[in-house]
Structure formats: structure tokens, C-alpha cells
């Protein structure tokens, strides 16, 4: 990793009967890998490697450079800090860190040969080694071969290596020459195609390939026609390829060495890194993602376990995390309680956690955050046993690669504001999720989630449509938000929404309007009542005017003023205006086969994540899933900053309730983008009360933490928990 790379309504509906799901047992993709592979025996490890050429071109004279960076004392603080594994820096973008027959050297390591010193340490521990090996990294090698470098649409190089250009032989060399010294495994870095513009790549080669695949030229730049269409499928395939190739190439050297590839198919990220989200992550034995706050967002750190869970569903998932303050090369070290929420978090989401240190510039190492990863990871050991388990998931949220990329574009965000704010609202809410991804979705898949959400799904294949009539035929509860079903393959205007049928709506228009609003009847009677009183809120995000079918029409939609000034564009329509008049219902209710679709014409999910995030918005879209399946098997009631997250081990009949608390303090003013700033660091231990409530008669009710007070009557079981995690132990 490196641093370029950079619910208040009750819905009190028409007694519709409810259909159960079967629970359907998850896809099995595991590769061929043994068992006994260390990454399935795995809970925690650490990454190290050097700062100083993390920006590429670093001084090749400097000899102060990594000049105490000592494999012997990084496997003895490792082994101290109850590592599983270390992952070892073996080559970045200007330098190799052994004595290497292909590459320079780092300069201040002189005679010695970190590597080989960590290899002979790490035996003496049984700690398995894995090389970190860097793809993509401007610097001292790209420069001298020019050969390997992207091209743009004017044949300028971009400062990237090209996948097509003779660079995989290359590698290939690279990744042998490391082996070699008895490595148990590959960590490979930066396998993207950048991430943003200029992009890539117009080079001799890509044209050649490209015409022999298309029989016509590229296109000219980034058009988003037929032709784009093709060079982002060429883009992809050219990564795939180049992935599948360097990962059999080790595995034909030593087939029990462990080959994973840092993943950039999750958001932020888009179609300019060259991946999608399930093609690109099953190319190894096992996905490697990052998170953390430095470019994810504090509330992610579960949505990223879940996004490479899902992408790569019946394998392993590791999650880098850094020590640092702010990222990574920061010489920062994270208070204790800090790295634990977030490692607890990944842990009991289930993946498994490399941290990240990046050593001093002279290679040393900073003992007080040896000692804090220590206690953390002492602790995630200490919970072994509480890890893993099948969620107990409640909403499918469902991810469109396609319209990530085809009404995402060069904007991605736009799309994923409704992604990211479906799954805020869930966590918010306490409502158990899980993911749905475009490209590996089946019948068996959707049916695992008694709701499933569609936040802004514009553009569907005749298969995914076709799937969620199956699924919605058999009993399910579809949720659609935004513009879902209603633009073409590549985006385009369509005169109807490819789930008219399905939803009973007919579509009238799509408003280009963000700040959008919503009324509803002011007493129970109706559909749905709302705030006790007829009250029009902003729900931000995209809608549309939709008419009934065959769906009930409940609420009202309503567009908002525009100025004079706007109606003649001299005005921007950036900030939103209060309400006009209603233009369409606000939610169409469809009852079709066993199931019902619930579609909202407005954005709840987009409203969540946006800045203008009222507590309505989010509520409105819960309690439609709360509508939809009124009696799950247990509802968790804690304050918003508690997130939790619910497995079931039914051969032991036991649930396990993980809880954490975030606790942030507030932060000051930011000294430049005010007031866009980092939330503060985790110091202190929240204290919170949750309250979880039972359908089914439970057995017994214990808690991990001592600390924690546990009082249960009947199927009611109140917690008040006084530490950063805690899990709750539900024998039934
Ligand atoms: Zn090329």
C-alpha cells in the first residue's frame, strides 16, 4: 500500500401476508489451496516495509535510506505482538530489498540482505513470510523502462505501467527471484490502471489487441459510446489476464505458495482503476482489501469486509488497516482504542487483519506501536472463537457494476452515495445486511435475504430483471430507490423502467432535480403515516414522477421551487430549495406472485449519505424494510454509534451478538476544505445500552466483557456494555 493511490414513521400497512425465505447455504469458490494454507489458520499479521521512496524517484545515494531496516528485529517485534504472519516489503517502484540480479537496490542497505534475514528469522518461529511485491509504482524502474509505460489517446506516456506492453515477463522474473528465497506467499500491490486521469492505455500494443478483438480502432478519448464500451471491457480483461497469468506463474514455480492481490473494485474506486468488482477479486487464492479512514471513511470499515466477502463468497478476506495517524508512512501511532475498534470491527465481520507499519526513514521501528498492535492483537486471539460464523443477514444491499460505471462515469460518487447510504441507514438502524453483487447474483443468492434493496440500480441486464422476478415470484420483498431499472445499458433515456411490470408503475419522468420532498397522510390510516402530522422533508437524491398500475400509491412526491433566476440558468441549483407542489406518489406498494415490491420515487438511501442528512430520511427508508418483514428474528435497539453485527452457528444453536461502540470526540476546524474534516481519534471506552428482542424463546444469554451488566427477561436481553467491543452469546 502506498500512498499515490491514493429511521419516528410507523408503516401500518394493509395485512399483506408475509412470506419466510429459505435460508440458502452460500456459494462455494474456494480455490485450490490447501486447508492448512496459513491464511486459513490466520486472525492477524502485520505488514512492514520502509518510508522514504513511497513517492518514487527517492535519491539512489541517499544510503541513510532503510539503513537500520533489519529483518531480525521486524520478526522478533512481530512474533512479540502475537503476529500470524508478516508480510515483508520485497520491491516497490524504485527499489528491491534483497540482493536482487533485476533491480537496484535500496541504497542505505550496503551488504545486507533484509530479506534473507527475515526469511532465516522467521523460520526459527515457523512464521509464515510472504513477499510484498509492488505492480504499479512510478519511479526508478518505470523510468528506465520506458517501453512499459501507458500511453494516452496522443501516444504520451502517463507515468503507469501498461498490463500489454511485455511488463508481465518482467514480473514474472521479479516474483521468481523472490520465491526463491522460500517465501510462503505473494502480497501483490498496486494492480490498477491508475486512479483517475490521464488513463490509459492507447500504447502499440493495446491498439494491436484491442483492433484484433474488436476489428475497429480504440476510441478517440473517453467517448461513453459502443467503443468505450469495448475499451473498458478491454481494460478489464487486459487486468484479468495479466493477474491470472502472474498468479499461475508462481503457482507453476511452487504450487503451495499463497498468491493475493491488493483489491481496488470496492468504492471509492471505479472503472478507471480496471477493476470490477467480482472479476478482479477472485483471481487469486484469497482478496486483500484496505480500509480505513484515510480514504474510506470510518463507517466503512464494515462495508469494505462485506464488499470483498461478497465478491469473493466462500473464501477468506484480509483487510489491511495502517498504525498510522492518518495513513500510512506517517510515523503516527493510533491510541490503543483507536486500532482496536477498527480491528475488532473487521474481525467480527469476519475477515482476518494485516496492519500495516511503515518504518522510520532509517528503518526503524517504533516501539510503542509494536506494543499497542500487541495488546490488540493478544485480544483478537483471546476471541478466537467468537469470530467467523455465518451472518444472520436481513437486507440484501444490491451493487450495479454497471451503473456504477455507465451513469457513475467519471462521477462515481453519484452512485454511490445510494449504496453507501443504504448501508448507513442499516447500521444506524441495527438491521443486520448483507451484499448483493451484480455479477455473481443468483436465485439462491437473493433468496437468502427475506429484503432485498436496490439503492439507484439504473441499469439491469434482461438476467438480473429476470432473477429478481424469480425472487420476488417466490416471496421476496424488493425494495427500489432512485432511478432503479430505468436507463439503458449504457445509460441512455428510457421511455420505461425495465421494472414497470414488477414494481405496477409506469414511469412519467425523471426529475433532474436532487432536492426532492416527500408528504404523508398525517393519521394511520392510510399507507403509512409518517410524523403524526402532514409534513413535507427534503429527501435528497434522485427521483422520478411514477404513476400506479397495479401498485398502491402511498405519500406524496413533491419538486422543488426554482427562482426565476434559476428557470433561467443564472442561478446554480446546487443548494436545495424548499418544496413546491406534488408531482407523483411518494412510494408505490406492489403486491405481485408471493412477494411485494416497494419502490420509493425519491432516494432515502442517497438522502442518508448526503450532507443533507435528516433522521427522517433514513427512517423512512427502514421502516419500509421493517414494513416489508415485520418480524425478524431479532431486533436490536442501541444508539447510532453502536454497530452490530449478528452470526449464527446452528450446528451449536448459538448466535453471536458483536456490538461496538465508536467514540469519537468532536473535532475543531480543519485549516483548509472547513469543514470537511477527519473525525478524531478513538480514546475512551464508550458506555451504551442495547436492547435486543427475540422472536423465537432463547436458552441462555452470556457476555464476554465481566463488565458488561446483562438483564434478561423472557426474549428481551438489555446490555450495558462498557468497552469499545463486546459479544453477546445467544444459546437457543
Ligand atoms: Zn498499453
Not at 328 to 355: C, K, S
Not at 483 to 501: K, N, V
Not at 625 to 630: E, G, Q
Not at 702 to 724: C, E, M, P, Y
Amino acid at each position: 500500500m502506498t500512498v499515490g493511490h491514493v429511521r419516528c414513521t410507523r408503516f401500518i400497512v394493509v395485512a399483506w401476508i408475509s412470506c419466510c425465505i429459505a435460508m440458502a447455504q452460500p456459494a462455494h469458490a474456494a480455490k485450490g489451496v490447501p486447508d492448512s494454507a496459513w491464511f486459513h489458520r490466520s486472525l492477524v499479521g502485520m505488514e512492514v516495509g520502509p518510508t522514504g521512496a513511497q513517492f518514487g524517484h527517492s535519491d539512489p545515494n541517499d544510503t541513510r535510506y532503510c539503513s537500520q531496516f533489519n529483518g531480525r528485529e521486524i520478526v522478533r517485534r512481530c512474533v512479540s505482538a502475537h503476529c500470524d504472519y508478516l508480510v515483508i516489503w520485497a520491491r516497490d517502484g524504485d527499489y528491491a530489498y534483497y540482493d536482487s540480479k533485476l533491480l537496484p537496490k535500496a541504497p542505505g542497505l550496503g551488504e545486507r540482505d533484509p530479506l534473507r534475514e527475515t526469511v532465516d528469522a522467521a523460520a526459527r518461529h515457523r512464521l509464515p513470510l510472504i513477499a510484498y511485491c509492488v505492480v504499479q509504482q512510478g519511479g526508478h524502474y518505470l523510468r528506465e523502462h520506458p517501453e512499459f509505460e501507458m500511453r494516452d489517446p496522443a501516444g504520451k506516456r502517463i507515468g503507469r505501467f501498461c498490463y500489454n506492453s511485455g511488463y508481465l515477463e518482467a514480473m514474472k522474473q521479479i516474483v521468481a527471484e523472490q520465491l526463491a528465497y522460500g517465501m510462503a506467499g505473494f502480497h501483490i500491490d498496486m494492480l490498477d490502471q491508475g486512479f483517475g486521469p490521464p488513463y490509459g492505455c492507447w500504447c502499440e500494443h493495446c491498439q494491436e489487441a484491442f483492433e484484433a478483438k474488436y476489428s475497429h480502432a480504440m476510441p478517440t478519448g473517453v467517448t461513453w459510446d459502443e467503443k468505450w464500451d469495448h475499451m473498458l471491457e478491454f481494460r478489464y480483461a487486459t487486468s484479468a489476464r495479466f493477474e491470472r497469468a502472474l498468479y499461475d506463474h508462481v503457482k507453476s514455480l511452487n504450487p503451495h505458495a499463497t498468491v493475493d492481490f491488493n483489491y481496488h473494485g470496492n468504492p471509492p474506486f471505479s472503472w478507471e482503476v480496471g477493476q470490477r468488482p467480482m472479476q478482479h477479486a477472485g483471481n487469486a487464492d484469497f482478496v486483500t482489501g484496505e480500509t480505513g479512514v484515510w480514504g474510506f471513511s470510518a463507517l466503512t470499515v464494515g462495508l469494505n469486509a462485506e464488499f470483498y466477502r461478497a465478491a469473493t463468497p466462500g473464501l477468506p478476506v484480509q483487510v489491511a488497516i495502517q498504525r498510522g495517524v492518518r495513513m500510512y508512512h506517517d510515523q503516527t501511532t493510533r491510541p490503543l482504542n483507536d486500532i482496536r475498534w477498527e480491528l475488532l470491527m473487521l474481525l467480527a465481520h469476519g475477515a482476518f487483519v494485516t496492519m500495516v507499519d511503515k518504518t522510520g526513514f532509517d528503518g526503524w521501528l517504533d516501539p510503542v506501536a509494536y506494543e499497542r498492535i500487541g495488546i490488540a492483537f493478544k485480544e483478537a486471539h483471546a476471541k478466537k472463537a467468537y469470530w467467523g460464523h455465518e451472518p444472520v443477514p436481513e437486507v440484501g444491499i444490491y451493487f450495479s457494476s454497471r451503473t456504477r460505471d455507465w451513469l457513475g462515469r467519471e462521477q462515481p460518487a453519484d452512485y454511490f452515495q445510494s449504496f453507501q447510504g443504504a448501508h448507513k441507514a442499516l447500521v444506524y438502524e441495527h438491521v443486520p445486511w448483507g451484499l448483493v453483487l451484480d455479477e455473481n447474483v443468483t436465485l439462491e443468492r437473493l433468496r437468502r435475504f427475506p429484503v432485498v434493496l436496490l439503492p439507484n440500480a439504473a441499469i439491469l441486464s434482461d438476467r438480473e430483471i429476470s432473477l429478481l422476478r424469480g425472487y420476488v415470484d417466490g416471496g421476496g420483498n424488493l425494495i427500489l430507490t432512485g432511478f432503479s431499472g430505468m436507463l439503458g445499458w449504457r445509460g441512455e433515456s428510457q421511455e420505461e423502467s425495465a421494472l414497470a411490470e414488477l414494481a405496477g408503475i409506469r414511469l412519467v419522468r425523471r426529475l433532474a432535480s436532487l432536492d426532492n420532498w416527500v408528504r404523508f397522510p398525517g393519521h394511520s390510516e392510510g399507507p403509512t403515516s409518517v410524523l403524526g402530522q402532514a409534513w413535507p422533508f427534503l429527501v435528497k437524491g434522485p427521483a422520478a414522477v411514477l404513476e400506479a398500475t397495479s401498485a398502491q400509491p402511498v405519500g406524496e412526491l413533491l419538486e422543488p421551487f426554482r427562482t426565476i433566476r434559476q428557470q433561467e440558468g443564472r442561478e446554480g441549483t446546487d443548494w436545495p430549495m424548499s418544496a413546491d407542489s406534488p408531482i407523483g406518489p411518494a412510494i408505490l406498494l406492489n403486491k405481485i406472485g408471493k412477494g411485494r415490491v416497494l419502490t420509493f420515487a425519491c432516494s432515502p438511501d442517497y438522502a442518508t449519505a448526503s450532507e443533507h442528512h435528516i433522521v427522517e430520511a433514513r427512517r423512512l427508508l427502514v421502516n419500509a424494510v421493517r414494513f416489508l418483514h415485520p418480524n425478524p428474528r431479532l431486533r436490536i435497539t442501541a444508539p447510532t454509534t453502536v454497530e452490530a453485527i449478528v452470526t449464527d452457528d446452528p450446528a451449536e444453536r448459538t448466535l453471536r451478538i458483536h456490538l461496538l461502540g465508536y467514540n469519537a470526540p468532536p473535532q475543531t476546524t480543519p485549516p483548509k476544505d472547513r469543514p470537511h474534516i477527519l473525525p478524531r481519534l478513538i480514546e475512551d471506552a464508550p458506555m451504551y445500552r442495547a436492547i435486543i428482542e427475540f422472536a423465537e424463546p432463547i436458552r441462555r444469554a452470556t457476555a464476554f466483557n465481566k463488565s458488561t451488566d446483562l438483564k434478561r427477561r423472557g426474549r428481551r436481553l438489555q446490555a450495558t456494555v462498557q468497552d469499545i467491543h463486546d459479544v453477546l452469546v445467544i444459546n437457543y
